[in-house]
C-alpha cells in the first residue's frame, strides 16, 4: 500500500525534496548576501543559482526528463527559464511588498514567498516544460 502511494506520488514527492533543497539554497544564499547588497539584488542572485539546480535536478530526478539532440535540450531549458523568469517576477513584487511596503523581515518574506513560487513552479513543471518527455 505504502510501496503504492509512494510510486504513484514519485515525482510530487522528488519535486518536493528538491524543490525544497532548490529553496533552502535561494534563502541561504539571499541571507547571505541581502547584508551586503540591495534586496533585490541579492534575490536576483539567490533566484539564477537556485534555478540552475532545480533545472539540474528537475530534469534528472524529478521528471526524469530524456532530450535527444542539441535543440531538444535548448528549447526545454528555454521553456524551464522562459517560467523560472514568470516566477521571478512573482518572486520580485512578493519582496518589495513584504519589504519595502510591509517592512517585513526581508528573511521571513523570502520564506512565505519561496513557497508559493515553489508551488507554482511545480505546476509549470509539470505541465508545460517537462510534459512531452514523461
Same mark, same amino acid.
Request: aromatic share 18%; hydrophobic share 60%.
Given at each position: ?12 514527492? *522528488?519535486?518536493?525534496? /528538491?524543490?525544497? &533543497?532548490?529553496?533552502?539554497?535561494? $534563502?541561504?544564499?539571499?541571507? =547571505?548576501?541581502?547584508? +551586503? ?41 528555454? *521553456?524551464?527559464?522562459? /517560467?523560472?523568469? &514568470?516566477?521571478?517576477?512573482?518572486? $520580485?513584487?512578493?519582496?518589495? =511588498?513584504?519589504?519595502? +511596503? ?33
Amino acid at each position: 500500500m505504502i510501496i503504492q502511494l509512494i510510486k504513484k506520488y514519485r515525482s510530487v514527492i *522528488s519535486y518536493l525534496v /528538491f524543490g525544497g &533543497l532548490t529553496t533552502l539554497l535561494n $534563502i541561504i544564499v539571499f541571507a =547571505l548576501l541581502n547584508p +551586503v547588497m540591495n534586496y533585490q539584488v541579492a534575490n536576483i542572485i539567490a533566484w539564477f543559482l537556485s534555478v540552475l539546480f532545480a533545472y539540474i535536478t528537475n530534469k534528472l530526478w524529478v521528471f526524469s526528463s530524456k532530450t535527444h539532440g542539441l535543440a531538444a535540450l535548448v528549447k526545454e531549458m528555454s *521553456s524551464f527559464f522562459f /517560467f523560472r523568469i &514568470l516566477s521571478l517576477i512573482m518572486d $520580485i513584487f512578493m519582496m518589495w =511588498l513584504g519589504i519595502s +511596503v510591509l517592512h517585513a523581515n526581508p528573511v521571513l518574506t523570502k520564506i512565505v514567498d519561496n513557497v508559493v513560487v515553489v508551488v507554482a513552479n511545480y505546476f509549470f513543471s509539470k505541465w508545460y516544460i517537462f510534459k512531452s518527455n514523461r
